[in-house]
């Protein structure tokens, strides 16, 4: 259990405060020297509509600002349990593998299923599972989510053990927009989210020390080529 986990009781689990937890989250990933790998990019050629599926409530053209593809890996080499079987745990129980000192899932993930992924701050983040596969799990985001857009968790199929969560979105509103996309801030505590469910699946898995996680962003613009398509 990380320090910040521990500390994070009376007033801290509570509004406002409870704003300074993410926050917090993040000084101690510097301390600690988990600090993730990142990658950015910007690519010109297709509307961001191009990559939305239809049954999402909330699509990226929805949303405002520069719409993000964005992906998070980690290394499942040396883990005790299979890719796949991780992946079936986050399903059933994802608080098992999230930050819940700052972000906890109120449901598992069975498709169809609507909940709120319960944040600390200003915003919680409604979502519904719109596709449930064995190496895959699809959030749509929902009215009032922070974001416009999906999220993606998936293992490959490939000789490569590894856990994946791709997204593609834009801010849902202005004031997400300006802490995420204007300042790190809000992108920096996003993926710290995203990296502690990633290395919790390698910890459970077994892996003992977890590599780094690698992030890749993609900035999205009018004219962006097929080639970048995201199924």
């Known amino acids: 259990m990380t320090w910040v986990a521990r500390i994070t009781k ?6 406002p405060l409870n ?11 510097r301390i600690r020297g988990r600090w993730w ?14 990559f939305v599926d239809r049954p999402e409530r909330q699509s990226v053209d929805d949303g405002v ?9 980690i290394s499942l080499e040396g883990a005790s349990l299979p890719a796949v ?3 079936d745990r986050f399903r059933r129980r994802p608080n098992d593998f ?10 598992p993930l069975t498709l169809g299923a609507r909940f709120d992924v319960v944040l600390a701050g200003p915003w919680n983040g409604p979502v519904e599972v719109v596709i449930d596969e064995p190496r895959r799990i699809r959030l749509a985001t929902l009215e009032g989510h922070m974001e416009a857009g999906w999220i993606e968790f998936a293992v ?3 000789e490569r053990p590894a856990m994946t969560i791709h997204s593609l979105a834009r801010a849902g509103d202005r004031g997400f927009w300006l802490v995420h996309e204007v300042l790190p801030v809000g992108r920096w505590i996003q993926t710290d989210m995203w990296a502690t469910v990633l290395e919790s699946a390698a910890r459970i898995g077994g892996v003992g020390t977890p590599e780094r996680v690698m992030v890749t962003t993609i900035e999205l613009h009018d ?9």
């Open 98 to 107: 999230g930050p819940s000192h700052y972000a906890r899932f109120a449901g």
């Open 10 to 15: 009376g007033p801290l689990l509570r509004p």
């Open 19 to 29: 704003g300074l937890v993410p926050v917090l989250a993040l000084a101690e990933r």
């Open 37 to 50: 790998c990142e990658e950015r990019s910007d690519v010109s050629g297709v509307a961001a509509s191009t």
């Open 85 to 87: 079987s991780l992946l």
């Open 65 to 73: 600002g520069t719409p993000l593809i964005r992906r998070y890996e």
């Open 223 to 231: 004219d962006s080529s097929d080639e970048f398509h995201v199924a």
């Open 156 to 158: 490959p199929d490939s």
